[in-house]
Nanobody, 123 residues
Framework: QVQLVESGGGLVQPGGSLRLSCSASGRTLSNYALGWSRQAPGKEREFVAA????????YYTDSVKGRFTISRDNAKNTVYLQMNSLKPEDTAVYYCAAEPSYIRLVAGYIQVWGQGTLVTVSS
């Protein structure tokens, strides 16, 4: 079973940028579609972005389109989420997710979750 560990969260001012990373141990991430979800205080978890095994296909929820970019580096066994033009409403715990099927991942069926990293957008 693959284990996922997120990093890169922190405090950033509105309009700023952060890059989240998710590294894996146990198995290669090249066998998984990968994604990011987030959960804001008092709200349900929201699926934010996904990338297919090859990296050719990506998905973004409407609220982050044009601001967030998901990418993967299979050689480094890592997936990234570049977040630009951050807004206070982006404040949440961000979770890395892995699922062998890209279609199932986008539909919300997640096989493996990371432990989460907190992103706070505030002045």
């Amino acid at each position: 079973q693959v284990q996922l560990v997120e990093s890169g969260g922190g405090l950033v001012q509105p309009g700023g940028s952060l890059r989240l990373s998710c590294s894996a141990s146990g198995r290669t991430l090249s066998n998984y579609a990968l994604g990011w979800s987030r959960q804001a205080p008092g709200k349900e978890r929201e699926f934010v972005a996904a990338i297919s095994l090859s990296g050719d296909n990506t998905y973004y929820t409407d609220s982050v389109k044009g601001r967030f970019t998901i990418s993967r580096d299979n050689a480094k066994n890592t997936v990234y989420l570049q977040m630009n033009s951050l807004k206070p409403e982006d404040t949440a715990v961000y979770y890395c997710a892995a699922e062998p099927s890209y279609i199932r991942l986008v539909a919300g069926y997640i096989q493996v979750w990371g432990q989460g990293t907190l992103v706070t957008v505030s002045s």
